[in-house]
């Protein structure tokens, strides 16, 4: 007889939760990566069924209640936030299992991360980069990444930006230290950004 007792949700790889239920509301169809805060999964709501994204808080950081009832509260006061550019938080709340979660808008496509900065141009006064936080994507949660504005399109239709670019080319993305920023003097460090975004580039500018 084996007493080994089972794995509770929170101790359970993310993969491993794929094809499972959440919270007897969501079922987890999809694991998109792990973030500095929270495991992120496409999910699909069973009443009424709707594709949402499903964002769990890692059991290391649900341990600290207060932590999480911040977390939570940030969450729901951004729900009621609706804006073009802003995907739309759902709700926020804990399962049954004590898990916090976040429910979010679901896009198509994939979501890349959120849009934390912005460079502006000092000569021109114009926006010269997005600075990206691409969350757990493709394991870039510790970098940031400066992606030229006009590698950025504007989806009007589904409220967001996106980046036309391949996953195996974005992993090697420049990116830079949240506590180290670059220099938007350094010339090199830009003519690389856009070269690699292959985005026009004007020394000096």
């Keep these: 007889m084996n007493d080994t007792p089972a794995a509770s949700p929170a101790d359970r790889s993310p993969k491993s939760r794929v ?3 959440f919270a007897g509301e969501f079922n987890l169809l999809k694991f998109l990566g792990r973030g500095d805060v929270a495991d992120t999964f496409e999910a699909e709501l069973l009443d009424p069924p709707a594709l949402v ?4 808080v890692r059991a290391e950081l649900a341990a600290d209640r207060a ?3 911040l977390l939570l509260r940030e969450a729901r006061a951004t729900s009621a936030i609706v804006h073009d550019n802003v995907t739309q938080v759902l709700d926020a709340d804990i399962s049954p299992e004590g898990e916090p979660y976040i429910i979010g808008e679901y896009i198509e496509g994939e979501n890349l991360g959120v849009i934390r900065e912005f460079m502006i141009d000092m000569d021109s ?3 010269a980069y997005a600075v990206l936080s691409f969350g757990g994507f493709l394991g ?3 970098k940031l990444f400066a992606v030229p504005w006009r590698a950025l399109k504007l989806d009007t239709e589904h409220h967001r930006f996106t980046l036309k670019i391949a996953s195996a080319v974005l992993k090697d993305a ?9 220099s ?3 010339e090199l460090w830009k003519r690389d950004v856009h070269h690699f975004y292959s985005t026009p580039y004007r020394p000096g500018g």
């Design 19 to 21: 094809g499972t239920t």
């Design 53 to 56: 994204i499903v964002k769990i």
């Design 67 to 69: 932590q999480v009832e």
């Design 125 to 127: 006064g114009e926006i």
């Design 140 to 142: 870039m949660a510790n």
């Design 174 to 182: 420049p990116g830079f230290d949240k506590t180290q920023w670059p």
């Design 184 to 186: 938007m003097a350094d």
